[in-house]
């Protein structure tokens, strides 16, 4: 099975979509599969120092479209959302999810762990999630 979908902010530049890393306002780092060189990046303030987690540093404002991807499923006939994988540790490879039903007692039955302030969450194998689907959603970029 290829690596899941997971809730994720993305950003347009230059025709590629790329997976936001971190930043502030006026900036933001995202991840960079290839080169990263200026003539990729015309406008790079800064890039990754290593290797192993490439990412460019640029502008907000030279982003031409942000998207807010939501990877829905349900684990044992509940309803979650998958917030992230694990990639390190003895848990590498689970995912985790997190509740977005609106019965916690089925929740707590299905075998998610919270509370009504934090929410209810777990960490699963990909393999037990079912109907995956995803939504993609543009957001404005302000400039």
């Known amino acids: 099975m290829d690596e ?13 979509t790329f997976l936001r890393h971190s930043g502030g306002g006026t900036y933001k780092r995202v991840w960079v599969d290839g080169p990263l060189t200026h003539e990729r990046f015309p406008d790079a303030l800064e ?11 640029l502008p907000t404002v030279a982003f031409d479209a942000g998207f807010r991807r939501t990877v ?19 848990r590498r490879g689970l ?6 039903g609106n019965h916690p007692d089925q929740a707590v039955a299905a075998g998610l762990s919270g509370d009504q302030f934090n929410g209810w969450s777990a ?9 995956i689907h995803v939504e993609m959603s543009e957001f404005a970029i302000e400039k």
């Open 47 to 57: 890039f990754s120092s290593d290797p192993g987690e490439p990412w460019v540093m």
């Open 95 to 100: 995912v985790r999810i997190a509740y977005v």
């Open 72 to 90: 829905f499923a349900n684990w044992h006939g509940e309803p979650v959302v998958v917030e992230s994988v694990i990639r390190i540790g003895l």
């Open 4 to 16: 899941i979908p997971t809730n994720a902010t993305l950003y347009e530049y230059r025709g590629e």
């Open 123 to 131: 960490e699963v194998l990909p393999s037990e999630l079912e109907e």
